[in-house]
């Protein structure tokens, strides 16, 4: 019998529609051609909010809804999503006024109603530095203080991922779709085991192609149609030591006038975003050197302690898939998603993490509409996503190691099992990048991979050299990493 929907693509929105769809009773399979939020999932902002610097471009529907799905979130998967502060300094003569600032936070509140965090007020300069010290003195006026959310961007995908297992989808990764086609009134998609190279069939009765940068290659296996008009947009990030005392600023970039973040994440900073249409394939996405020498130059002009030479931890990127608009910056076009329909495919456009539910219960109305499958009616709003700390804290009597790294990092055997038996991770790098902190540091991934691929390897039950390779594989990534890094502090020395 054939799935009722097969969904392409196993990041947020992916996971969300295979969650939403299982829940309402539909047979669903999922297959991700690598690992679970291996994609722009994992390479986001990590901010679970309305967006403020959306406002600016009037896309008022998008803040509403995404302020609405924020308080959603913060109830129902708490152990991803937290509420975060957010200071905007103003300096003489710099970014944006403070009466508009005021102004935006205004609507902001209003556009939140009753799902605002907490009341957003104005600093003067000694406030603004007594909460944030290291904000550079000269010029300063004040700041504005206002609430969002920050979330485990790759955590929360895979969580959602294993419930909607929970709920009775298949999900399959390292299972990549080659082939698509209608076959009377059902498709049959041609995937192989990427590990393996094994190829399988499976038929389902709608297709959901929720392969982000990918979407424009997955329709391209069905037939060669016009495009849909896609945008992808660069989007890079870079790690480096605590820079402040947990706030998250919002600066204004000196050369271009864009909005970007400094965030706290506990002995560290991320830094971001960039914004540039990139065309590059979307495996190969990657940082380059002047993404990195801008956020760290831009961000060094306010908080003088980071010296714009300072080598980051860590630098990655993501491609945003946006629904093309009229905008000419990249950093206008709208972040509004688009559902395309072409009979009983439906691929996504654009969108937010933070709007994934929403999105994923409009498609699941449609899938339901297309197909004629009666289905329940949508609980996602009211059924909370479960945790994994208690699941990995049973696990740990059986599963006793530890391994400290830098700072206060540290994996533990349990987690490592936990990912494994759960959460499908097969290569170290699974767990490393996507369901751990550890993300965080290079040189803690590169010392924390024999362990974890011995930990792995005992489940899995890898041989010496299988053991090695899973090593070796690490190592190729960050070295990949490391050069990119180098290069940057090559440029800014220059
Ligand atoms: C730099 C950046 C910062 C962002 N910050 C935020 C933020 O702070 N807050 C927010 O709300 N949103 C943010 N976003 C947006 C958000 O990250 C994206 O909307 C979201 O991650 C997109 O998820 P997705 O599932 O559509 O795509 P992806 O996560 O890219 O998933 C698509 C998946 O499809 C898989 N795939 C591709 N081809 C195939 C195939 N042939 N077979 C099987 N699988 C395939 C890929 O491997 C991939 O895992 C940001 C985006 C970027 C780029």
């Known amino acids: 019998m054939p799935f009722d929907l097969l969904v392409v693509g196993g990041g947020i929105q992916g996971a969300a529609v295979a969650r939403d769809a299982a829940m309402r009773g539909l047979r669903v399979l999922l297959l991700e051609r690598g690992d679970l939020a291996s994609g722009t999932s994992s390479r986001s902002s990590k901010l679970i909010h309305g967006g403020i610097r959306y406002l600016e471009t009037g896309q008022f529907g998008l803040v509403r809804e995404a302020l609405r799905e924020r308080a959603i979130l913060l109830r129902l998967a708490s152990e991803f999503v937290r509420p975060l502060p957010f200071l905007i300094p103003h300096y003489r003569r710099e970014g944006r006024p403070r009466f508009l600032v005021r102004a935006g936070l205004a609507l902001y509140a209003a556009l939140a ?20 010290p290291e904000l550079r003195p000269e010029g300063l006026l004040g700041a504005s203080l206002y609430w969002d959310a920050q979330m485990d961007d790759a955590l929360l995908c895979v969580s959602v991922a294993v419930d909607a297992e ?8 390292y299972a990549a779709v080659v082939g ?10 041609r995937f192989h085991d990427v590990d393996s190279g094994e190829e399988r069939i499976e038929e389902a009765r709608c297709v959901v192609n929720a392969a982000g940068p990918w979407a424009e290659a997955i329709r391209g296996l069905v037939r060669a149609a016009p ?8 989007g890079t990030h ?16 000196h050369r271009d006038g864009r909005a970007f973040f400094v965030l706290p994440w506990g002995e560290h900073s991320l830094i971001g975003t960039t914004d540039v249409d990139d065309s590059t394939p979307p495996e190969r996405v990657a940082p380059d050197a002047g993404d990195v020498r801008y956020l760290l130059e831009e961000a060094a002009r306010a908080l003088p302690r980071l010296r714009g030479d300072a080598r980051p931890l860590r630098a990655f990127a993501g491609l945003r898939s946006l629904a093309q608009g009229s905008a000419i910056r990249p950093w206008a076009n709208s972040r509004e998603h688009r559902i395309v329909e072409e009979g009983t495919m439906l691929t996504l456009i654009g969108g937010k993490y933070t709007t994934h539910r929403s999105l994923a219960e409009r498609v699941v109305d449609r899938v339901a509409a297309l197909t004629g499958v009666r289905v329940g009616r949508c609980v996602t709003a009211e059924t909370e996503l479960p945790g994994r700390l208690r699941a990995i804290a049973e696990l740990t009597p059986r599963y006793p190691g530890k391994l400290r790294l830098e700072g206060s990092l540290e994996i533990t055997e349990a987690e490592v099992a936990h990912a494994v038996q759960k959460e499908h991770a097969r290569h170290p790098d699974d767990i490393l990048e996507r369901r751990s902190r550890l993300w965080l540091r290079l040189d803690a991934m590169r010392r924390a991979a024999p362990q974890v691929a ?4 005992s489940h899995l039950g890898w041989d010496e050299s299988r053991r090695a ?21 090559e440029g800014g020395r220059t």
């Open 113 to 132: 109603g009753h799902h605002a965090l907490a009341r957003h007020r104005t600093l003067d300069a000694t406030e603004a530095r007594a909460l944030e």
């Open 180 to 189: 698509l086609e209608v076959r009377g009134s059902s498709w049959r998609a």
């Open 227 to 234: 495009g849909v008009g896609l945008r992808r947009t660069r």
């Open 469 to 489: 390779r899973e090593v070796e594989r690490v190592a190729h990534a960050m070295d990949r990493e490391a050069q990119v890094l180098d290069a940057a502090m």
């Open 454 to 457: 011995a930990w792995m390897g």
């Open 166 to 173: 929970r709920a009775g989808a298949t999900i399959r990764t």
């Open 238 to 253: 870079v790690v480096v030591p605590s820079l402040t005392r947990e706030k998250a600023l919002l600066l204004t970039a």
